[in-house]
């Protein structure tokens, strides 16, 4: 059964859908079955992976509107073992609609109930702030992965976060947890970059994940070519820092299992 993660952050232009892009990019690489779902109204993900968000017969939309299946949705990509559930300006009009409907925070999750057997791994972009279409990914998802930058306002837009994710745990997901911290458009050359790294370490230690994102043109230029940055330059130091990425998450995934004996009650 699909692992699912919400890549967010409430702040914008942290690198939340170069990251979702390209560790699903990343993660297909290494022959895992690979879902992302598009739950932002811009559509970048969906662009990134090379799809025409203006041309596509279902999206995310029509998922949470009950209107198509994901298995309907769904899009495979260029990038082998990876599908995508498009999206566009239509889901603003979605987000609408489903403020006065019953069990609205439960549609993605009980859309993806019906797939989540045939993935490893199901990654779903999130708009840059809490509304109906990011409670709907922090409702299905198991972990949440936060990109961000090492800048001062990082901190404090982090600390509400959090908070947000411990009032939904003790609401509507009592499974939900921060799977990862991760840095983000990283310059090692800045002293403020380094400090805010510091702090991070110490106040959440090993949620924060060991690789470090670059700023990297190659990674940059990736998005304008409809790919992901491991089949636009897969020797770049933006790929080959994702592929890490990649690594590590399967590295905590095989962590938390359970002993085989224990597991059967040996």
Same mark, same amino acid.
Do not use: W
């Given at each position: 059964?699909?692992?699912?993660?919400?890549?967010?952050?409430?702040?914008?232009?942290?690198?939340?859908?170069?990251?979702?892009?390209?560790?699903?990019?990343?993660?297909?690489?290494?022959?895992?079955?690979?879902?992302?779902?598009?739950?932002?109204?811009?559509?970048?993900?969906?662009?990134?992976?090379?799809?025409?968000?203006?041309?596509?017969?279902?999206?995310?939309?029509?998922?949470?509107?009950?209107?198509?299946?994901?298995?309907?949705?769904?899009?495979?990509?260029?990038?082998?073992?990876?599908?995508?559930?498009?999206?566009?300006?239509? #889901? /603003? +009009? &979605? *987000?609408?609609?489903?403020?006065?409907?019953?069990?609205?925070?439960?549609? @993605?999750?009980?859309?993806?109930? %019906?797939?989540?057997?045939?993935?490893?791994?199901?990654?779903?972009?999130?708009?840059?702030?809490?509304?109906?279409?990011?409670?709907?990914? #922090? /409702? +299905? &998802? *198991?972990?949440?992965?936060?990109?961000?930058?090492?800048?001062?306002?990082? @901190?404090?837009?982090?600390?509400? %976060?959090?908070?947000?994710?411990?009032?939904?745990?003790?609401?509507?997901?009592?499974?939900?947890?921060?799977?990862?911290?991760?840095?983000?458009?990283?310059?090692?050359?800045?002293?403020?970059?380094?400090?805010?790294?510091?702090?991070?370490?110490?106040?959440?230690?090993?949620?924060?994940?060991?690789?470090?994102?670059?700023?990297?043109?190659?990674?940059?230029?990736?998005?304008?070519?409809?790919?992901?940055?491991?089949?636009?330059?897969?020797?770049?130091?933006?790929?080959?820092?994702?592929?890490?990425?990649?690594?590590?998450?399967?590295?905590?995934?095989?962590?938390?299992?359970?002993?085989?004996?224990?597991?059967?009650?040996?």
């Amino acid at each position: 059964m699909a692992r699912i993660f919400a890549i967010t952050n409430q702040k914008g232009g942290v690198g939340k859908t170069t990251t979702c892009v390209n560790l699903a990019a990343s993660l297909a690489a290494t022959k895992r079955r690979v879902l992302m779902i598009d739950l932002d109204p811009q559509g970048n993900a969906t662009m990134g992976t090379g799809i025409d968000k203006h041309d596509v017969e279902f999206s995310s939309c029509e998922v949470l509107l009950g209107e198509a299946s994901i298995a309907k949705a769904r899009i495979s990509v260029e990038t082998k073992g990876l599908d995508v559930v498009p999206s566009n300006s239509d #889901l /603003t +009009a &979605a *987000e609408v609609a489903l403020m006065n409907t019953e069990g609205r925070e439960r549609r @993605l999750r009980d859309a993806l109930q %019906l797939v989540q057997d045939e993935y490893d791994y199901i990654l779903i972009d999130c708009p840059p702030s809490l509304n109906m279409l990011t409670l709907n990914a #922090l /409702t +299905a &998802a *198991e972990g949440v992965i936060i990109p961000m930058q090492c800048e001062y306002y990082a @901190l404090e837009g982090l600390s509400a %976060l959090i908070e947000t994710i411990e009032q939904l745990k003790a609401t509507v997901n009592p499974g939900l947890m921060v799977e990862g911290l991760l840095r983000t458009m990283f310059d090692p050359r800045n002293k403020l970059a380094n400090d805010v790294s510091t702090q991070l370490i110490m106040h959440f230690g090993d949620k924060v994940y060991n690789t470090l994102i670059p700023r990297n043109v190659r990674l940059a230029e990736a998005p304008s070519h409809g790919q992901p940055v491991i089949l636009y330059d897969k020797a770049s130091r933006g790929a080959m820092s994702y592929l890490a990425l990649a690594g590590e998450i399967l590295r905590r995934a095989e962590q938390q299992q359970p002993p085989i004996a224990e597991a059967a009650g040996a």
